[in-house]
């Protein structure tokens, strides 16, 4: 069974403009995440989609974040304009149905200059 | 805002110690994971406790829910330097979404 794919894995862009994300979650799980990751810490919950509608963006920062989930499959994360505190790691799991075990794709490291 | 805190941070141990990975909060979780990460790599899921008191083994590593299920930990015998990593316990949260709360983490190195 193929994993959670993340795309690209690394990426450096100066601080105002604008980057994207992209995940392809597992074959079948409904429920998507994306979290931001802090060097040294444990993940934040930025956003979780239940197919392609939105369950949790209560801690998305919406005015530079946004991310969508198109056909209840891909989906992919936004930033614009990017600050130099966005640095990070971006991770992007998937479930079943629910809150159950959560597969991790490798993630997003995220360097703003 | 629920908070999970871990403890110790950091930690450096020779193969074949024991150690206690601790992970506290003040709310309560209807159930928790522990996950390893490491460098490079997502997180993958070691367990999930789901009652109070609840114990789980898997091979060297001990895992414990609280009775009140507020805290958690994580008890490795004789580490191996393969035990290195990155400790992340999640509680789920009771109300609302139903979301995971990740801790603070715990680095471990493990020295041959």
């Known amino acids: 069974e193929a994993g959670v794919a993340q795309s690209p894995r690394y990426k450096i862009i100066e601080k105002r403009q604008s980057v994207a994300f992209w995940c392809n979650p597992i074959s079948g799980h409904a429920t998507l995440y994306w979290y931001q990751q802090i060097l040294g810490q444990g993940p934040k919950l930025l956003i979780q989609f239940q197919n392609n509608g939105v369950v949790d963006d209560s801690q998305l920062p919406k005015d530079r974040f946004s991310a969508e989930r198109l056909k209840g499959v891909d989906s992919t994360l936004k930033i614009q304009p990017a600050k130099l505190e966005d640095s990070a790691v971006y991770l992007c799991?998937?479930?079943?149905?629910?809150?159950?075990?959560?597969?991790f794709g490798p993630g997003t490291r995220l360097t703003v200059t | 805002t629920q908070l999970l805190e871990q403890s110790p941070q950091f930690l450096s141990i020779q193969e074949g110690e024991n150690l206690t990975v601790y992970c506290n909060s003040s709310?309560?979780?209807?159930?928790l994971q522990w996950y390893r990460q490491e460098p490079g790599e997502g997180p993958v899921l070691l367990v999930t406790?789901?009652?109070?008191?609840e114990v789980k083994k898997l091979k060297r590593l001990t895992f414990q829910f609280g009775d009140a299920r507020k805290d958690s930990s994580l008890h490795i015998t004789a580490a191996q330097t393969g035990d290195t990593g990155l400790y992340l316990c999640a509680g789920r949260t009771t109300s609302g979404t139903y979301k995971y709360i990740f801790g603070t983490g715990t680095r471990l190195k493990v020295l041959a």
């Open positions: 406790v789901v009652t109070g008191g």
């Open positions: 709310s309560v979780f209807s159930s």
């Open positions: 799991a998937s479930s079943t149905t629910g809150p159950g075990e959560q597969y």
